[in-house]
């Protein structure tokens, strides 16, 4: 069972990961939509999207979906964090507040699985 909880966290990281070159191809100085889709960034960010989705579904083998769709929740937590150490997005009270609500969320989701 265990292994369903590391790919689904795998899965979560991946997306992460495919969140941040998607805002890296946002921000590549591509001028129009079509341009900023076809940035390197774009491309792979979007690839990896595809494999979190794979890793999720995978997960979806073994896991309830009432437990493990609020995991992928952290994903919000990790890309908060990630937005503020890679570009220097703020990272306020409230944001902060909004990410302890969204991890006790998910501690109290997976307590009753």
Do not use: H, N
Not at 34 to 58: D, V
């Amino acid at each position: 069972m265990m292994q369903f909880y590391v790919v689904l966290a795998l899965g979560v990281l991946i997306g992460v990961a495919g969140q941040m070159l998607l805002k890296s191809g946002a921000d590549a100085g591509q001028e129009g939509l079509l341009a900023q889709f076809l940035a390197p960034q774009s491309i792979i960010g979007l690839g990896l999207y595809f494999l979190a989705a794979l890793c999720y579904m995978y997960a979806l083998r073994k896991l309830p979906v009432s437990v493990a769709f609020p995991m992928v929740s952290l994903s919000y937590v990790v890309v908060a964090l990630a937005a503020y150490w890679l570009y220097g997005e703020p990272l306020g009270l409230p944001k902060l507040a909004g990410i302890a609500l969204i991890c006790a969320g998910v501690i109290l989701v997976t307590r009753t699985a």
